[in-house]
């Protein structure tokens, strides 16, 4: 015996998973949780008897449902799974799925379209965090849709699609309890562990949407230009970032992260490809193929703060609406930023754009034995 949940599966940005409504799974979190493991497949490294992809950035939930909240048309609440474990995270943001959030309410008739555009206000629940998201909404024969085909590329997926405006309204300390947890633009600590020498080194500790811990690539013995692949094969360098982050994790108040996906580990060096920053990030113990969005927000961020460890090594232009270009292992991602006149090292706004599609709409089946379904 099986049970089906309703379900579309969505690209959001350069990740992927199944959207459900909040109302057509269990209420409470721990059932919810292990018919979300068995939606996904895991734990099993291939995933083979779910629909997770035997990737973290494939392995991605999104639960959808009306806002209570004044002023916000949607509550969205990410969940990070991990192919070969049984964990359901639903601490951290995802602004890649975030990107699908609109799309799945208007296709689910959870909204109604504007206009030729739909500019919906959404609150991530994992964060409280509020954003404004932009979709476009033609007229087609057949009323008002969803456009997913256009002309906007971004790096780490193939072709082109309709633009979708992400414009973040309040995102500083989102995990943290503020943008410098720490208290300090940038710490010294000294790291040890088996395996390795001890080394000490200036880190920059920073939550503007993702709670991340960055650091030069060249004080890890990196040049910070290497592939996924020589990372990932570096036992040794990973070994010496995870004693980085569980210490790092007690000092930005985070308590003991080995359990957590977050803080992000995010190396930087200076940019090769006419942007502003060369960034390898790891989420938290595989290196990421791009870079998470509300991570790129995070580095934008720390790059206009003086004296991060971004000073001196980003390369940026003037203004109080900067443009930063991260550079990742397969592009680049751009974040636009708003700083306050009166003291610039305040980020008011950070815009960026994404893109969504539809792949398959239909019913997801897991195991009756994990949960029979809602009563009826």
């Avoid at 995933?47 to 939930?61: E, F, R």
């Avoid at 004080?219 to 980085?244: F, M, P, S």
């Amino acid at each position: 015996m099986q049970t089906a949940i309703p379900s579309l599966f969505m690209r959001g940005g350069s990740s992927r998973g199944p959207f459900f409504l909040a109302s057509d799974l269990p209420t409470d979190i721990p059932t919810r949780d292990r018919v979300l493991l068995a939606v996904m497949g895991s734990p099993d490294r291939r995933q083979i008897d779910g629909m997770g992809g035997a990737h973290p950035l494939t392995s991605k939930v999104g639960i959808v449902s009306p806002s209570r909240t004044p002023g916000v048309a949607l509550d969205f609440l990410f969940a990070q799974l991990q192919p070969d474990k049984d964990t359901v995270d639903t601490s951290p943001n995802c602004g890649n799925m975030l990107a699908a959030v609109v799309p799945f309410a208007l296709e689910r008739g959870l909204i109604e379209p504007q206009g030729d555009t739909t500019t919906v206000r959404v609150l991530t629940l994992n964060t409280d965090m509020q954003c404004d998201v932009t979709v476009q909404t033609p007229m087609t024969p057949q009323g008002r849709r969803v456009r997913y085909d256009g002309d906007a590329r971004i790096d780490g997926v193939p072709g082109s699609s309709a633009p979708i405006t992400i414009n973040f309204l309040d995102t500083a300390g989102s995990v943290c309890a503020g943008l410098l947890p720490t208290g300090q633009v940038r710490d010294l600590v000294t790291v040890t562990g088996q395996g390795f020498a001890p080394f000490t080194l200036p880190v920059t500790c920073i939550d503007n949407g993702m709670p991340l811990v960055m650091f030069q690539a060249a004080d890890v013995g990196c040049t910070g230009y290497e592939t996924v692949a020589e990372l990932n094969a570096d036992t040794v360098l990973k070994q010496r970032i995870e004693a980085l982050r569980l210490l790092t994790g007690q000092l930005m108040g985070l308590g003991d992260v080995s359990a957590k996906n977050y803080p992000k580990m995010t190396l930087i060096a200076p940019p090769r490809s006419g942007g502003s920053l060369c960034t390898r990030s790891f989420i938290p113990h595989v290196c990421h193929d791009a870079i998470g969005v509300l991570a790129a927000v995070t580095v934008g961020t720390a790059c206009v703060l003086k004296g991060s460890v971004c000073d001196g090594v980003a390369v940026m232009d003037g203004g109080h609406e900067p443009r930063v270009s991260v550079e990742h292992p397969t592009g680049e991602f751009s974040v636009a930023l708003g700083l306050d006149p009166a003291n610039p090292q305040n980020v008011t706004r950070a815009a960026l754009l994404r893109t969504a599609r539809l792949i398959m709409r239909g019913e997801v089946m897991i195991p009756a034995a994990v949960w029979a379904g809602q009563p009826a």
